[in-house]
């Protein structure tokens, strides 16, 4: 199992990016995909997730309205799709996934997922 994100960057406050999430050695028909980020001395914390039905959660009410995630299952890559950035959406950004559907929010949320990407940088300057 291989996930691999890319499309992060620095970009200005207001701006978009779309973050990808590659996936080999499993198939989305059978996972769900979680967004999750890491901002410098703050633990890591679930944002977005897919299941295999493609039922979306979103686990954090500040990218609501901002952000959406889709998912290609022929192409087995999840994406990210974050609008109107503002600097606090700092972070690594990791994909994550595990079997079919995704967990409630939780304290223990990250540890629900069993495989993980090496994360992506984004930047959001003011």
């Known amino acids: 199992v291989q996930l691999v994100e890319s499309g992060g960057g620095l970009v200005q406050a207001g701006g978009s990016l779309r973050l990808s999430c590659a996936a080999s050695?499993?198939?989305?028909?059978?996972?769900?995909v979680g967004w999750f980020r890491q901002a410098p001395g703050k633990e890591r914390e679930g944002i977005l997730c897919i299941s295999s039905r493609a039922r979306i959660t979103y686990y954090v009410d500040s990218v609501k309205g901002r952000f959406t995630m889709s998912s290609d299952n022929d192409k087995n890559t999840a994406y990210l799709q974050m609008n109107s950035l503002k600097p606090e959406d700092t972070a690594v950004y990791y994909c994550a996934s595990r079997p079919y559907f995704c967990p409630g929010l939780g304290p223990s949320l990250p540890s629900r997922f069993g495989s993980w990407g090496q994360g992506t940088q984004v930047t959001v300057s003011s």
């Open positions: 050695g499993f198939s989305f028909d059978e996972s769900a």
